[in-house]
């Protein structure tokens, strides 16, 4: 499992869920300290202090798990994985919506709105 997400409270929830199901997973946080990345990191779950290389990244993991920007999306549709996107914002929940129409993968809807945000597969 790969995970490129920004620093939001979805994230840390989205992380410790992949722990508790300890699902080996490489994660890169944009904008978390060092700090952070120390405190989301677990026995399954590593983080990544660099931006990785997402052709690389679509060869080898199984599945991702984005926020729903273009550019990380298109990279890893391309190497056909299996997305679940966590949108921060409206643009990321259209790009979300698409892929999910498309087949390609789910959302878990756009943090912040109501009734939305922490539910996905698996029920979180």
Known sequence: MFAYLKTAPSTGRVLEAL??????T???VEGASAKLRRGLESKTVRLSDAPRDLRQIGRECDAAILNGGHGATVELLLAGRP????????????????????????????VGQAGEGGAGPGGW
């Open 83 to 110: 997305l679940l996107q966590v949108p921060l914002a409206l643009e990321q929940e259209l790009t979300a919506q698409a892929v999910k129409r498309l087949g390609a993968g789910d959302h878990a809807g756009r």
């Open 26 to 28: 490489l994660a890169y």
């Open 19 to 24: 722990s508790r199901r300890e699902s080996p």
